[in-house]
């Protein structure tokens, strides 16, 4: 099996990275307006962020 792998993308890659990206923001965005928390990926691994975020020692059984 024959794999191309380019390391740039072609132009409606390009174009498809860019809508990709603004829906993020605007579905990350909307989130933050509504008071709502949102995991995202940073530095391989889960990042929770927003105001009513749970904490890595809640303990969400009680």
Known sequence: MNT???TIPSDEGKRLLETLR????KALEKKRRLGQY???WQNGK?????DDAPR???DARQ
Request: proline share 6%; charged share 10%.
């Open 4 to 6: 191309n792998h380019k």
């Open 38 to 40: 949102a995991v995202t």
């Open 56 to 58: 890595a020692n809640d």
């Open 22 to 25: 603004q829906a993020v923001n």
């Open 46 to 50: 889960p990042v929770v962020t927003g």
